[in-house]
């Protein structure tokens, strides 16, 4: 069984710095996409990073490409979403997901935009909150 735990989330100033993590076990980490999604009150879920850890190809979405780095600690089976100069519009719950790679990621030498239907194992979210 996949277990996902997410941890980091905290209330910070505009401009301010914050370090998710997602804690996985039950899975071989190399056969994963591990992707953070963000979903803010009243909006739809967003997928803001991806990662696959068997070649390092990752995915960013344009509104948070160049502030937020994905990362994984291979020893720990952890996958990290370092976030910087942080905005208000940032506010959201956080959320990491797996899915299984497919022919497509190992065809390319970058990931593709991450799906929130395509991951099928998740964590129960940490809330991060971002003030001016």
């Known amino acids: 069984e996949v277990q996902l735990v997410e941890s980091g989330g905290k209330s910070v100033q505009a401009g301010g710095s914050l370090r998710l993590s997602c804690a996985a076990s039950?899975?071989?980490?190399?056969?994963?996409?591990i992707g953070w999604f963000r979903q803010a009150p009243g909006k739809e879920r967003e997928g803001v990073a991806g990662?696959?850890?068997?070649?390092?190809?990752?995915y960013y979405a344009d509104s948070v490409r160049g502030r937020f780095t994905i990362s994984t600690d291979n020893a720990k089976n952890t996958v990290y979403l370092q976030m910087n100069s942080l905005k208000p519009e940032d506010t959201a719950v956080y959320y990491c997901?797996?899915?299984?790679?497919?022919?497509?990621?190992?065809?390319?030498?970058?990931?593709?935009?991450?799906?929130?239907?395509?991951?099928?194992?998740w964590g129960q979210g940490t809330l991060v909150t971002v003030s001016s």
């Open positions: 997901a797996t899915r299984l790679r497919t022919l497509q990621d190992r065809l390319t030498s970058t990931l593709p935009p991450i799906r929130g239907t395509d991951f099928t194992d």
């Open positions: 039950g899975l071989i980490f190399e056969h994963y996409v």
């Open positions: 990662i696959s850890r068997s070649d390092g190809n990752t």
